[in-house]
Nanobody, 115 residues
């Protein structure tokens, strides 16, 4: 079992960049499929990107180009690099860890894009 904890959110101006981190306590981190989601008020949770223990990534077409996921299994962390942020990117960003049928969620970190 792992417990993801997100950090790195905050206020950023449109066009700016932000790097989110997710630290996952627990063992066998490399076995987990790690992913980032976001949820804005009144909207459904949206998948941003995921990465498996082999470093293979996946993301919907709408998220490619500005969002990059990576992981460091030695540090039990996964990061999300976000560039050219837009006001519509404002949301709570959540990290998840999935192994088989079990998914563990962090509490989320708020990202606000505003001038």
């Amino acid at each position: 079992q792992v417990q993801p904890v997100e950090s790195g959110g905050g206020l950023v101006q449109p066009g700016g960049s932000l790097k989110l981190s997710c630290a996952a306590s627990g063992s066998s981190f490399r076995l987990y499929f790690m992913a980032w989601y976001r949820q804005a008020p009144g909207l459904e949770r949206q998948f941003i990107a995921g990465i498996d223990g082999h470093g293979r990534t996946t993301s919907p077409d709408s998220m490619t180009g500005r969002f990059t996921i990576s992981r460091d299994d030695a540090k039990n962390t996964v990061t999300l690099q976000m560039n050219n942020l837009k006001p519509e990117d404002t949301a709570v960003y959540l990290c998840s860890a999935r192994l088989g049928t079990q998914t563990y969620w962090g509490q989320g970190t708020q990202v606000t894009v505003s001038s």
